[in-house]
């Protein structure tokens, strides 16, 4: 397994009038900084504690060590500002944005990620909070672009490869492209439609773990309008490639629907990691090239017999 992680800055690297900032508004002098691993975000992801015992969650990244990373920070900021309070997703407390650094403060949810290989217990309590998001968020609260915005071309990462082949493609997929790029394109189609304000990046390493044992969803820079069984389909993804079984997840859906998506991402995630890592991000390409990898036997069991 390839870990989603990318190289963070902590707490201290940030600025003294950012710091400053942050502390006023948690409330205090912050005395303690915890950082924490998961997500590829090269900036700051430190749980906080002031010297009075307030907790915050503070999220920081300058665009001098990714643009891109903070242009998402921006969107999660708009996004996670616009969640009703009675989803399963942290309060925003402040942010700051003064050009040079985009920093969001969030409630600090106690909990831990999901166990990987994901163990049924917390599969079931990721499909309820999922469940509750999909209730809440339909029709979505905000505008946001549609995920076909996002994954039309890389949907069509099997037509890439077919065009241009890596000498190491797995075997199978090589002598089955043509019926990858036709899943794919069914997966997009399918995707197309519904107007429910979906997370669209579910990963165990997005998800907290409260000590009740309810799930929390964090990190929203990804929120698009999708089908309302979307993030089900990503959380039965998520579960596939880390091992679990994602027979709980996809109950009830369409699973020709899940095998197109699942196709479709499997093409996106190989055909990109054949590219250079962006800036401060070095493992992300490894950690797209495992994914890829892990969902073929999955396509090759499904495709054969729809």
């Given at each position: ?21 942050v ?115 339909t ?56 107007d ?5 990046d ?5 998800m ?16 698009a ?82």
């Amino acid at each position: 397994m390839v870990p989603a992680a990318g190289t963070r800055i902590g707490w201290a690297d940030l600025p003294a009038d950012v710091r400053e900032q942050v502390e006023g508004i948690i409330g205090g002098r912050v005395v303690e900084a915890v950082s924490q691993t998961g997500g590829f975000s090269p900036g700051t992801a430190d749980r906080v504690v002031t010297e009075a015992g307030r907790r915050a969650f503070v999220k920081a990244v300058t665009p001098a060590l990714n643009e891109h990373s903070a242009e998402l920070a921006r969107q999660e900021t708009r996004i996670t500002s616009a969640l009703p309070d009675h989803v399963p997703a942290p309060r925003v407390l402040g942010w700051i944005d003064d050009g040079d650094w985009v920093v969001l403060v969030l409630e600090d949810i106690e909990g831990s990620h999901p166990r990987t290989p994901w163990v049924e217990g917390e599969i079931d309590a990721a499909v309820t909070a999922l469940a509750q998001l999909a209730e809440s968020l339909t029709p979505a609260p905000l505008t946001v672009p549609a995920v076909t915005s996002i994954l039309t071309e890389g949907f069509a990462g099997w037509r890439r490869i077919a065009a241009d082949p890596p000498a190491d493609l797995d075997p199978w997929a090589a002598a089955h492209l043509p019926e990858l790029i036709a899943a794919a394109e069914r997966g997009l189609a399918a995707i197309s439609t519904g107007d429910t304000l979906a997370h669209c990046d579910i990963r165990a390493d997005n998800m907290l773990v409260r000590p009740d044992g309810r799930l929390v969803i964090v990190d929203w820079p990804w929120g698009a309008i999708a089908p309302i069984w979307f993030d089900r389909v990503l959380l039965a993804l998520n579960v596939t490639v880390h091992g679990g079984d994602p027979e709980r997840v996809i109950a009830g859906l369409d699973r020709r629907i899940v095998t197109d998506v699942f196709a479709g991402f499997a093409g996106f995630f190989r055909d990109v990691s054949r590219l250079a890592p962006p800036p401060s991000l070095p493992s992300v390409r490894a950690f797209q090239r495992w994914q890829a990898d892990a969902l073929l036997p999955w396509l090759g069991t499904e495709l054969r017999t729809s």
